[in-house]
């Protein structure tokens, strides 16, 4: 008998039919002898009606009452679904993020976690109840509502396990784990049994949208056992895990893509000290963030320097690059909003230096060139041509052979050079 | 400079529009000088689509999961007016029912407010904000939401104004305030300016659907000064005043009626000790709530006994009283739903013995058959045939002249017989 913390998302709860099949499901895993704690996220389409209503009414909605606002969402699913559960004869008893109490900072709209109190849903579980706990909220210490952001009800559930020292938290998503690739881009995708914390903090960073980064975050600094897996079709879905057994791990996880970047480059700058912060600083200024920077070798006391942004900071981006600029003396400002960032992410390739050989290899192969480069201990990106995204995808998930499960020994080959 | 409880209802609420409406009213009211704490309701219709989603899962929605359903109603309204004031530039701030926190027992879906601690709001006020507070909902001592029952809005006013020991109360409905009787059926029902709060007990008792009658009570326990009025058209309204000055109320305040209620005599049952006890107690085993009581004076032995349940309680009501005045041996049960209760309302008329008599006149004058009547000290009720509803009702109001602003002594002649 084990404690089990269950998240569903917005799409898993979307009608109260859907709610029904939730609550048979719960109800399932209580009977399978586990003490179940479920947390639920608003129904889909209903944080888009509330902003609306919010936008209908104020310009620009204030962060604080926007809580106020967007927190009925998780309090109405909660009464559904423990409705939904007593209905089929399945104790159950349900709590704002407020009553339980998750206490958070004041950053409204975006709160952090500080602290839980779950001591009271412990008296529930002990009197046999599923207990069903609002996603997304929290409370102040002055006692405003407060939201963790969208996506937040994942860190809620990863916290709840951590607080509550669940033996698994189970994220119930529309998608049944997740996968070496998209696979609609590459259909010989492959679902992953398990996954290492950093390679998923590497593949949800890099526009995976299966798990909120900061709930995996949450659950690495914790260690909470965490699973993936789909709320409409059987199976065990994915487990992220802790332990960094390298002989087991293969050498590459997955193949992550990300089509919302565009790139600016200034060429030519005088290669003195503080450049790169007197370039950034005026795009850091403009609250835009930035993701990749490459700064190559100067050449005649003139060096290069590239970073990409968000597509939608690219032209406001490039206006301030080219103004500092031509206070810097650079010789040339080009930017590029139709570039793709493809990254290979795997823990394995720590000690395997011909990887990246492999990979820069495969794409020449098929004709793409290599626009940036960049590297982390478990990842490699580069940025190339947009219209070579599918093509560069696939071509490197047949050449490390993601479409098998493969042990890191037959692998070995690969990098050689 | 005064500090004001204004309520708006789910009407005035209805869309952002009107909130918006209502921003800009509540506004004024602080420009004018005065502190405000604004009480507001679900959006109209809100109630009623939550409470579909709660049957579609359950089919007898659980009240302590209806209650947190039910509870994000009123929240969402708060966010949003408060938003609607920030925008205009009046700052503000909204609570819960939980953050002021109000009080209640645990009879959830119609909670009874214990406490209010609104120590927080003065905070507020004293910053020179507005202060929005969700009406409807409070929070019990184990911290689980409740609601105070369908109209509970108005109660949250009044107990939120006696609290704080507010000025004035303002309950903004539909209406323009309290009338002498229901203008669609007497077009001169004249509105009153004021209204001692027994009668208005009275009116509201007797089907006047203006005010909540608990608000009622709670105000004239606490004595909060009550003032209704429309949050459509400008104008003073009626105010619900407790001084008792008999010299000048007018004799009659109004004229309610009730078109809910049917009629069930017991006609020769052996008049003993108990009869009513016996009677009356199998409906009251039923749940069944009985109006007017009446027994007659018995000949030979026998009495007659009638009383008034609500018309869904007929069918029911006739059966059980059937059965038990078998048991009794009485002569004849007779029914009729087909009936119309008429009621004269006024604490002027204690000192004044033949207003009774006026009304009998009136209603023969026009061929109205009397078949029930029961009076209190501010009151005189008539059951009478409800095809004579629109009739009887008008003959009153002409025979008392209450489209007229009349003094007490000018009506005097009326007491004649």
Chains 1, 2 share one sequence.
Do not use: W
């Amino acid at each position: 008998m084990g404690l089990i913390v269950q998240k569903f998302g917005g799409t898993s709860v979307g009608t109260t039919e859907r709610i029904q099949a939730v609550a048979d499901k719960v109800k399932a895993s209580r009977e399978d002898g586990d003490d179940v704690v479920v947390v639920v996220s608003a129904m889909s389409g209903e944080t888009n009606r509330l902003l609306e209503l919010a936008e209908a009414v104020h310009a620009d909605p204030p962060a604080r009452e926007l809580d106020v606002l967007l927190s009925t969402g998780e309090q109405v699913t909660i009464a559904l679904l423990t409705m939904a559960l007593e209905q089929i004869g399945c104790p159950a008893r349900c709590y704002t993020g407020a009553q339980v109490r998750i206490l958070t900072d004041s950053s409204f709209s975006r709160a952090r976690i500080l602290d839980i109190d779950a001591e009271v849903l412990r008296d529930d579980l002990q009197e046999g109840r599923v207990v069903v706990v609002a996603g997304f909220q929290g409370v102040d210490e002055e006692g405003a509502l407060t939201t963790l952001g969208r996506g937040g009800s994942d860190t809620t559930a990863v916290a709840l396990a951590a607080a509550l020292e669940a033996d698994e938290c189970q994220i119930y998503t529309d998608v049944d784990g997740v996968y070496t690739t998209d696979p609609r881009v590459v259909p010989e995708a492959r679902r992953l049994d398990s996954i290492t914390v950093d390679e998923m903090l590497e593949l949800s960073s890099l526009g995976s949208k299966v798990l909120q980064i900061r709930a995996v975050e949450f659950a690495g600094k914790y260690r909470v056992p965490l699973r993936v897996l789909s709320s409409f079709e059987p199976g065990p879905g994915t487990l992220i895990t802790y332990e960094d057994n390298e002989m087991e791990e293969p050498l590459i996880s997955g193949i992550a893509f990300n089509r919302d970047e565009a790139k600016v480059a200034v060429i030519g700058v005088p290669d003195t000290p503080g450049i790169a912060a007197d370039l950034l600083g005026s795009v850091a200024g403009a609250n835009i963030e930035v993701d990749m920077i490459i700064q190559n070798i100067g050449q005649q006391g003139l060096t290069d320097f590239t970073f990409t942004v968000h597509k939608r900071d690219y032209e406001t981006t490039l206006d301030l690059v080219q103004r500092k600029a031509e206070e810097l003396g650079a010789r040339q400002v080009v930017g590029d909003d139709k570039i793709v960032k493809i990254s290979l992410v795997g823990v394995g390739m720590r000690s395997h230096a011909g990887v990246a050989n492999t990979m820069f290899k495969a794409l020449s192969d098929e004709g793409i060139n290599i626009q940036m480069i960049s590297t982390s201990e478990i990842k490699i990106s580069v940025v190339v041509d947009d219209k070579y995204l599918e093509l560069g995808v696939r071509a490197l998930h047949k050449a490390f052979e993601l479409e098998n499960v493969t042990p890191v020994a037959e692998l070995e080959g690969l990098s050689e050079s």
